[in-house]
């Protein structure tokens, strides 16, 4: 039983296309997270959702467009793709949006962008 | 905004040997503290969390975790370390609600 899955595991794809990254959590947990992990490892937060609604929205291009269908999905849609896009995207779950919450990752998606 | 060192980015350690991994947060205040771990093949989980009471916390898989508030830190100690610890660790502190900053994290290799 996968907690928090994403797919595709792997997307390459050319300049200027249009990609979707979709994930779902079967924890039951009404916030969601995607994070950009670059080239040197870092994992930075790019976007949170609390029960479909925007809750962290970092400096990011606004061709990076998160969609929440319902409190289980978190879909990641990125517009006119960039070199500098190729990175790998995490999406994480926590129960809620307290302070010190666990949050539990999805085995994440590599994108290249050629 | 925090910012997150970790001063090892590779760590290789015989069987038996003992593990300190340093992680150090820009400026204080109230904080929580995380180490998440990747094992080979695996997703990113929790390893330990601080965010009150007793500064020494312990882990899964007899991991154990300092805050030390005077020195910004939080660094990851086990006694000795498993073939089976070879992971990727990443230190974290949380900014405001659940917005976690990572370092850039420790590949840890232990020969058998």
């Known amino acids: 039983d996968t907690a928090v899955s994403q797919t595709p595991k792997y997307l390459v794809t050319q300049m200027g296309n249009d990609k979707s990254i979709k994930c779902e959590q079967n924890l039951g947990h009404d916030t969601m997270y995607w994070y950009k992990q670059d080239s040197k490892k870092f994992l930075k937060i790019m976007f949170s959702y609390n029960n479909k609604e925007l809750i962290i929205n970092e400096t990011v291009p606004n061709r990076f467009s998160p969609k929440s269908p319902d409190k289980a999905h978190l879909n990641l849609h990125i517009n006119s793709l960039e070199l500098g896009d190729s990175a790998v995207y995490f999406c994480?779950?926590?129960?809620?949006?307290?302070?010190?919450?666990?949050?539990?990752f999805g085995p994440g998606t590599r994108l290249l962008v050629l | 905004a925090q910012s997150v060192s970790q001063h090892n980015h590779h760590v290789i350690l015989s069987e038996a040997a003992s593990l300190e991994l340093g992680c150090n947060y820009s400026y204080g205040g109230t904080v929580n503290l995380f180490w998440y771990v990747q094992y080979p093949g695996q997703h990113l989980q929790l390893l330990l969390k601080y965010f009150s009471g007793d500064p020494l916390v312990k882990g899964i898989k007899g991991f154990e975790a300092e805050f030390i508030k005077s020195k910004f830190s939080f660094n990851l100690r086990k006694p000795s370390v498993q073939w089976s610890d070879t992971a990727e660790y990443f230190c974290a502190v949380e900014e405001y609600g659940n917005k976690l900053v990572f370092g850039a994290g420790t590949i840890l290799r232990v020969k058998s």
């Open positions: 994480a779950s926590s129960q809620g949006q307290a302070g010190g919450e666990t949050q539990y």
